[in-house]
């Protein structure tokens, strides 16, 4: 057994384990954890500082989660965009492709948190065949997302065979892999799983970092090797109540995440999933971090801020409105708020 493989058996899993560190109601977080699987690998674990603080919020289950039962379980629709099991065809040109029923940690505001770590989504050899054979088939899919789950709780030596049944198919540009195994079991990204990475160019992997406290010493060397290995990293943030929806804070991580060679690619709205109404924020809060963060902030680590609309009908962009028209005339705000006119061509 590898190290990672033994850390990753050393997360807490029942609330028992939580009561033996931190005062909490055993019975209350029982019940979650019947419906939704908890994992908190040790080294996510040693980042709570106390009960309630952003890491807590993000890894222990909250009754709350049982209370939110007006959003749908699968608010993306992506059951119905599934031509076979686990593999959601959204996009024309690209292919979401689950590899990976689990994760090394449980985030408590997961969009799939209907499925992650549940029988549900057991991926079996023949869903990855039966995927693989649909992208063969899809001559219009150039770019390949694994996620599930998490890709990289795979052995290294299913990945690669994936990484080879894809890298077969001519029609791809591109793969890429989400992960959040950085941030909560960097120990997964060896020496040997980088050089098997090395060898599919090229791969994008987007992690998933949320808050400044989560880009310890050990994510910063897991990505430092990542990078050394060729592999383009961005980063996937959701916005979350009484975590990061705060202009500080996010300033911080994507500040952070810059100096770890991590480019921040989205931050995202929080998708309408059932049992995540207690981490959701308004639009308009995003939308004014967004603004304080323009002009402050190297235009670099700025992501694009996303809602991924219900029914599945795609991401879309919102950004904060600089321009104004009256009648002829084009005004432009400037990140401090003041207005300037812009001479408009004509025509
Ligand atoms: C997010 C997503 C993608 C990738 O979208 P990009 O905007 O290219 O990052 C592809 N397929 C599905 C189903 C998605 O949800
Ligand atoms: S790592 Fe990703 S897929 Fe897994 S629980 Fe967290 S958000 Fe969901």
Redesign the pocket.
Known sequence: MEVWQKNLAESLTTPEQLAAHFPVDVAALARVVERYPLRITPHYFRLIREVGDPIWRQCVPDPRELDDLDQPEDP?A?ES?SPVPNL????PD???FLVSGICAGYCRFCTRKRKVGCAAMRVTMGDVRAGLDYIARAPQIR?V?LSGGDPLLMSDLLLKEILDGLSRIPHLDLV?IGSRVPVMLPERITESLCALLRRYPPLYL?THFNHPREITPEAAEACARLVDAGVQLGNQTVLLKGVNDDAEVLRELFRGLLKIRVRP??LHHMDLARGTGHFRTAIAEGVAILEALRGSLSGLAIPQY?I?LPG?K??VPVCPDYVQRAGDEVWVRTPEGERIRFPEVNG
């Open positions: 993306l992506e965009l959601v065809h959204r996009y690209r292919a979401l770019d997302i890429r987007n690619y989205y996303v991924d599945g795609g991401k």
